[in-house]
């Protein structure tokens, strides 16, 4: 059992700075020589050394940069710090350096691209923080964190966290978790680590520039300020002109600062603040013409001229980490949160095949205003239960929430309606009394206990337990009428786990899990949905998963069904108007594998397969009842797959070859509406210019396919599609001093 902590109370502050000295090589960030001969037990291929500190503790962690990093404890998928061959669920832990090395910039790219069953649906409307795992989608059933504090989420919307700079790794849970993190999470989490303050000096500068105008600098920089007082400093920007015209440019800004005072060699206090700013594409997609991308229009972006859409995220965190005894834990978390965001664009296009013309819609302009304050605290406690070996955690969780909503869809705005030809058009204006003018403001208080125990049956065989009970509190004002309403929710959710060892490097694992997802966005809800039930799931999962060839290998086997009542779905072509669906399942196998093949290859691989469908889902369609029941649920693909390839082909070079499979899509109920399946081919190229320096190539999209990240359908007919990223190519520079 590992519990985050630091040394006992006789090992002082030089005996933990030598601890820190001794990981210190991989604090530059950067690799050895490529195809150097490793130590015993390690694989070469561009294994770097990292130097991290826990997401919530001050102690020193590993994750690894290659592998499944199996043996790293995390605090994603349980806050005793288990390891994945510790914990009973599907664990995935993804190193920045990974992320960054594979040349994914976002958030979105590094889960998608290296977890296991993790596709994205992003879209200005969602943030581009919007993912699909396990048969669920959307931020609502696959909750977000940032070193392990959730924010709620508002109109369906996340915008930060974004980019992977000042990631020192992003812990992926698939499967149920409120029983860990309240509502909102039963597809799974997905929290992001930061770098976190180090004694030991850090010093990384990375340029990068690529196709499209893309320019990118960034920042890493940490290190001790005297014997008590750390801090680490992460700084990253990106702009770009975009594959878009016009309004397809994109700019934005990342910073991360944290000051860590080590007040005795048991008692730290950590005080970050992280900034994020985005400026992203102004584009909401392509139209379908008779039901595919013309090669003519693949590159058109029908927003008007001035259209803005601007995030700007303020984290502020306080953590205290005590450790009075070898045996005893206690954090605590305090943090305030602070979004401010920004639409004013037209977002719907479709092409009208009686007139020839794209028909734009959705004269939009929205802004949002969110400010979450809260605490977190949690005690974790090893000691004997019943005579056997047990560790305990509880802890509670308490925040309040304002958000409000600014809207035009009382104005001409939302009623508007445009057409402009297919190409040689004029994108125009936005109308001048179209704006929007304050609409309803709410105010949500949420608190929670939860509490998690394993118990140590034997050397092989553990049992872990969990539970956690959320209470909420929404009032809501309408701006405009001064009507208000008030709602309250309470919600369960438990996890029961066996764990066998049959050796000490593979471990057996069934689990039972419960969630609950909000009534769609639940700061955000509306009168009209306030009489919806709380959507209720469960899992029954099993699996394996296991290190083998002195950590050279590693593998990972799981088999799930999940259930899950009173969903809530958007109804396509009304994106504002929400229907409760009876019942929804999704079965499904994963599988992940890791293997260092030989000094100079290694494969890294996973997929996952499964069935979703509506179970029960009855509407209304023209004074008719219609069944879904069946029917593959919006936005979901039954089959995900990826594949990373290293080659170690000449010392100080390596080659990489990363190939991703999503599989087909609908963007309606009735399945109609298809999207079909994408293969996407990433190469790069690294060589170790100095012991210091690194230069790196890297081309996304070879065989530049076209293909659809979200889409729209009204009655049955694919209207538009987001598209993803075509080919392009970049050149980055990164050195430490």
């Known amino acids: 059992m590992f519990v985050f902590r630091k040394s006992p109370r006789s090992c002082g502050r030089t005996t933990r700075r030598l601890l820190l000295a001794a990981t210190a090589f991989a604090a530059s960030g950067l690799p050895r020589e490529a195809g150097a001969q490793p130590a015993a037990g390690e694989p070469s291929s561009v294994l770097l050394d990292t130097l991290t500190v826990s997401g919530d503790g001050v102690g020193p962690t590993r994750a690894a940069p290659v592998g ?83 924010l709620f989420v508002g109109a369906n919307t996340v915008t930060f966290p974004f ?80 594959w878009m015209s016009p309004e397809g440019d994109f700019r934005n800004l990342a910073v991360s600062g944290a000051l860590l005072l080590q007040a005795t060699p048991d008692l730290a206090f950590t005080l970050s603040h992280d900034l994020g700013y985005q400026e992203p594409a102004r584009y909401w997609g392509t139209p379908l013409v008779e039901g595919r991308i013309l090669d003519r229009i693949r590159f058109s972006n ?6 803005k859409i601007t995030w700007a995220d303020n984290w502020t965190q306080f953590k205290t980490e005590w450790t009075p005894s070898a045996d005893v834990t206690i954090r605590n978390t305090a943090y305030r949160l602070q979004s401010r965001r920004h639409w004013f664009d037209v977002e719907t296009y479709a092409f009208n095949r009686t007139t020839g013309l794209v028909d734009r819609s959705d004269y939009t302009e929205i802004y949002h205003q969110q400010e979450q304050v809260g605490n977190r605290f949690d005690a974790a406690f090893k000691g004997t239960l019943f005579g056997f070996r047990n560790d305990f955690l509880a802890g ?68 872990l337990s969990g539970v956690r009970f959320d209470a909420s509190n929404l009032q809501r004002e309408n701006l405009v009428s001064t009507a208000q309403f008030e709602k309250a929710y309470q919600g369960l959710g438990y996890r029961f786990g066996l764990v066998f060892n049959p050796t000490p490097d593979t471990a057996l694992y069934a689990q ?80 992940a594998f890791s293997l260092q093949v030989t000094p100079l290859w290694r494969l890294d691989a996973n997929l996952a397969l499964l069935r979703a469908q509506y179970d029960a889902f009855d509407q209304t369609v023209d004074g008719a009842t219609v069944s879904y029941a069946g029917k593959q649920p919006i936005d979901v693909p ?100």
């Open 512 to 591: 039972v899990a419960t969630a609950t997802d909000p009534v769609n966005s639940l700061i955000t809800l509306s009168q009209s949905l306030s009489g919806f039930k709380l959507s209720t799931g469960e899992q029954v999962e099993v699996g394996a998963k296991g290190v083998f060839w002195d950590g050279r290998g590693e593998w990972t086997l799981a088999g799930y069904r999940i259930v899950k009542d009173n969903l809530i779905s958007a109804v396509p072509g009304q994106p504002n108007v929400a229907t409760q669906v009876g019942r929804q399942s999704s079965t499904g196998v994963e599988a």
């Open 396 to 463: 509670f969780d308490v925040n309040h929430v304002d958000f409000r909503h600014t809207n035009n869809f009382s104005t001409v705005g939302s009623g508007l309606v445009t057409s402009v030809p297919l190409v040689g058009y004029d994108p125009g204006l936005f109308p001048v009394n179209g704006r929007a003018s304050p609409a309803y403001a709410t105010s949500t208080d949420q608190a929670s206990v939860f509490a998690e125990n394993r118990l140590i049956l034997s050397d092989r065989l553990s049992f």
């Open 163 to 242: 980019d992977t700079w000042n990631v020192e790794r992003i812990e992926v849970l698939r499967g149920p978790a409120s029983v860990l993190y309240g509502d909102g999470a039963i597809g799974g989490v997905i929290n992001v680590v930061t770098k976190k303050p180090t004694f030991t000096p850090v010093n990384v500068v990375r340029a990068g520039v690529g196709s499209d105008g893309i320019a990118r600098l960034a920042l890493d920089s940490g290190g001790p300020i005297g014997d008590a007082v750390a801090y680490r400093l992460n700084v990253s920007g990106n702009r770009a002109g975009g």
């Open 638 to 737: 039954e089959r995900v797959a990826n594949l990373w390839v290293n080659y170690a082909f000449a010392p100080r070079w390596e080659a990489r070859v990363g190939f991703q499979y999503v599989g087909e899509v609908f963007s309606d109920f009735g399945n109609t509406a298809r999207r079909p399946a994408y293969g996407l081919v990433n190469l790069g190229l690294d060589h170790q210019v100095t012991p210091a320096s690194r230069l790196s190539f890297r081309v996304f999209n070879l065989f530049d396919k076209v293909y659809a990240i979200s889409g729209n359908a009204v009655d049955g007919v694919g209207t538009n599609w987001l598209l993803g990223r075509p080919r392009s190519v970049e050149v980055a520079f990164t050195t430490a001093f």
């Open 302 to 307: 029908y927003n008007v001229r001035d259209s």
């Open 68 to 150: 499944l990093n199996l043996r790293t404890p995390d605090r994603g998928a349980s806050r005793l710090g288990l390891t994945p061959l510790e914990t009973p669920g599907s664990v995935d832990i993804i190193s920045g350096e990974t992320a960054r090395l594979r040349g994914q910039d976002t958030v979105a790219e590094a889960v998608t691209q290296n977890a296991t069953g993790i596709t994205t649906i992003a879209s200005p409307g969602n943030g581009n923080g919007a993912f699909t795992s396990r048969g669920f989608s959307g931020p609502n059933s696959i909750q977000q964190l940032y070193d392990g504090t959730r």
